[in-house]
């Protein structure tokens, strides 16, 4: 599975974005889909994830109520829509793919759960 991230950018504060992630080499309609972030000199974290049937999803504290992941099976495609975007939100956006089953929340959070990843995309909120 090959993951390609799209539509990061240089935002204000209070902005949106929607960050895209193109799926290629096989069908991932039975995988788990993610969004993870890194800022310079922090550890990889978790931001979003749904479950491979889209009936549930899970948010990182800190993004909870202002980002909404979802994702297209016909196009093989996982979105994160980004709302109220703060400086803080600045970092390198993966898009990650998971095809084992992860039964909590704690799974879906860690980084060495997840088995494809894109090469990420920068946004930049400026304050």
């Known amino acids: 599975v090959q993951l390609v991230e799209s539509g990061g950018g240089l935002v204000e504060a209070g902005g949106s974005l929607k960050l895209s992630c193109a799926a290629s080499g096989r069908t991932v309609s039975n995988y788990r889909m993610g969004w993870f972030r890194q800022a310079p000199g922090k550890e990889r974290e978790f931001v979003a994830a749904i479950k491979w049937s889209g009936a549930r999803t899970y948010y990182a504290d800190s993004v909870k109520g202002r980002f909404t992941i979802s994702r297209d099976y016909a196009k093989n495609t996982e979105f994160l829509q980004m709302n109220g975007l703060k400086p803080e939100d600045t970092a390198v956006y993966y898009c990650?793919?998971?095809?084992?089953?992860?039964?909590?929340?704690?799974?879906?959070?860690?980084?060495?759960?997840?088995?494809?990843w894109g090469q990420g995309t920068q946004v930049t909120v400026s304050s």
């Open positions: 990650t793919a998971g095809g084992s089953y992860c039964s909590d929340y704690g799974c879906y959070h860690a980084v060495g759960q997840w088995d494809y």
